[in-house]
């Protein structure tokens, strides 16, 4: 249907496949200027990366036909029914979160701004509106389960989105890999220039490795045409290889192993939603709008992995079916792939579905990578991946027990969380691993200090608290943290901010236990306070304390002696691979 795109050199022309232009561009220094002077007088809204990438979507035209945030309209159709209101097919909200109220508000300009201040764009707008979390959620996602990192961040954020004429003065800034950061009328641009037609797509978030390479070049020799490998490297799925990493792999495994002139590299930035069946069509309309003709849509596309019951959010074909529902529609054709193996008798690569009958096969998933090689700082197999690919991976990804590590103390006062810590302080020394101790008294004396015992204030002291612990693991350091931190939502999300590498420790020790210990009698004052009618907002008296659903190590100081904690707290760091046993020599 859409098999011509309109092409113009430069983002100030920008068209979509319709002809329309998408948003207005302040291309003009007049009216960029003009707009910049004024923009002191306007309320601002930072976006988080999800609406970084989506306003540069926006504005290039990888999100065509839409022109800015959806609408209450658009937006209430697109969940119940993958439309717009006027019945152009689109899978998911693209929606910027706000909160009405200090200048965000109706026939106001919002300016649009990045973690660092920079101006990027003016929403002028036109309206706000209130929506149902769970409907969202259920319509766009398929699941109100919190595993799904849409539906957890659908939790966190507010409950109103606002729409309007977006102006754009610049996209989000990018230093890296720029020469790899083409938009879609600059890809279509290139495609013709290198006489291509016929375009396949290749979806990814993972780093490429020799059954990707295998599927690959099987699509583009089916359609035979080029091939776009397109990456994302804007909000991924928790955990994932940082994309530094993955571009460096795929430019060696482009640069290497593929045939000169048989395939581009480009860089998109998009924030995944993971939503699968949905999500796939999403990737298809993209791809389109970049100029493609071919997408390859492969086993569980796009998927987040199990819920919180262990089963899949999707079935393993969800996507495939929903693609070639709406492949027509979209204007974009379809390669679909099984799972590829090897089959090592035969030093060849092979469709799961056509290997012959009793023939041997070999496969290392995604958490096996990650666990049994790198983590241990074990070389990937060359029948695996590429020695330049595993190189990289090997460089960039240490083994857990040279990774940074949070490990996060939580229980009443009086548990025993700030003893046993300050032991495993000296213990976790004893294996080469050397630590910041984060207490929570001095927390509240240094990092902390002015806030309050309310639950905003408590909430914020938990996140400084992972924001700093956070950082320290993210560059291989170890903090351990001490606090009570008695809500389960904030302790998840300092969780979030070590990207995996948290272990939780609970100290379940009997609040009659704790009140045996208070020294400062703190316990016997907030139950006087209460009794008197002046609540004190105390954790544990007058104030919930919400435990781990799921913590990695759960203590009872009131049956473990110090060391009996201790030992326990090393026996499981031993089991998860952050320290090694003594007499074990590290690779």
């Known amino acids: 249907m859409f098999s011509r795109f309109e092409r113009s050199p430069t983002i100030s022309a920008l068209n979509t496949p319709y002809g329309g232009t998408l948003v207005d561009l302040l291309v003009n220094d007049a009216r960029a200027a003009e707009m910049k002077a004024t923009a002191k007088d306007f309320a601002s809204l930072t976006l988080d990366e999800r609406g970084l990438c989506d306003l540069e979507l926006l504005a290039v035209g990888g999100f065509s036909p839409l022109k800015g945030f959806l609408g209450k309209a658009d937006y209430e159709r697109v969940v119940a029914e993958m439309r717009l209101a006027d019945g152009t097919l689109w899978p998911l909200p693209v929606t910027l979160p706000v909160t009405p109220g200090d200048g965000v508000a109706e026939g106001k300009p919002l300016a649009l701004r990045d973690v660092y201040g920079n101006l990027l764009a003016f929403l002028h707008v036109e309206e706000i509106f209130a929506y149902d979390k769970e409907a969202e959620a259920r319509g766009a996602y398929g699941s109100t389960d919190v595993k799904h990192p849409s539906v957890a961040h659908l939790n966190r954020q507010s409950g109103h989105y606002a729409a309007g004429r977006l102006e754009v003065i610049r996209t989000p800034p990018h230093y890296d890999f720029a020469d790899l950061r083409r938009t879609p009328a600059e890809l279509r641009s290139h495609f013709e220039s290198l006489g291509w037609t016929k375009v396949v797509a290749f979806q990814t978030r993972n780093p490429l490795h020799r059954a990707h390479e295998e599927l690959t070049k099987r699509a583009a020799e089916q359609i035979g045409g080029g091939l776009l490998i397109h990456p994302v490297v804007g909000v991924t799925k928790p955990g994932d290889v940082d994309h530094f990493t993955r571009v460096r792999c795929y430019r060696a495994l482009v640069d290497n192993y593929y045939e000169p002139g048989s395939v581009v590299l480009s860089l998109l930035p998009l924030a995944m939603r993971m939503a699968g069946p949905r999500e796939v069509l999403l990737h298809a309309i993209i791809r389109r709008n970049h100029g493609c003709t071919h997408f390859v849509v492969g086993r569980d596309h796009a998927g987040p992995g199990n819920d919180s019951t262990g089963k899949p959010f999707y079935a393993p074909y969800a996507a495939q079916e929903s693609m070639g529902k709406y492949e027509g529609e979209i204007g974009m054709q379809m390669v679909d792939f099984k799972q590829m193996v090897y089959l090592p008798d035969e030093d060849r690569y092979s469709p799961v579905d056509e290997v012959p009958a009793g023939a041997r096969t070999a496969d290392i998933s995604g958490t096996q990578v990650r666990d049994n090689y790198l983590a241990k700082g074990l070389q990937l197999p060359e029948w695996f ?40 302080v000296e213990r976790l020394a004893e294996f080469g691993r050397n630590v910041s101790l984060l207490d929570g008294d001095e927390i509240r004396t240094h990092l902390s200090k002015g806030l309050g015992f309310s639950k905003e204030d408590r909430d914020t002291n938990i996140r400084r608290v992972g924001f ?27 969780r979030k901010t070590s990207k995996g590498n948290f272990v939780e420790i609970f100290c379940d020790t009997p609040i ?76």
């Not at 203590?555 to 691979?577: A, M, N, P, Y």
Request: net charge negative; aromatic share 6%; charged share 20%.
């Open 385 to 424: 991946s590429r020695p330049a690919v595993a190189e990289i991976l090997n460089e960039t990804s240490p083994p857990k027990f040279r990774q940074g590590l949070t490990i996060w103390f939580t229980g009443l006062s009086g548990s025993g969380k700030s003893t046993v810590a300050h032991a495993l």
């Open 468 to 494: 700093v612990a956070g950082l320290v693991a993210q560059h291989g350091g170890t903090t351990l943290c001490s606090v009570i931190s008695p809500y389960r939502a904030v302790r998840d999300e300092a």
């Open 512 to 587: 009659a236990v704790c009140e045996q210990r208070d020294v400062k009698g703190l316990y016997a004052k907030a139950r006087n306070a209460v009794a008197e009618g002046k609540p004190m907002g105390f954790t544990g008296v007058d104030d919930p304390y919400e435990p781990p659903l799921n913590p990695e190590v759960t203590l009872d100081t009131s049956k473990l002696s110090v060391q009996q904690c201790v030992d326990t707290i090393i026996d499981k760091l031993i089991e998860l691979g952050y320290i090694l046993p003594h007499g074990h020599i590290s690779a």
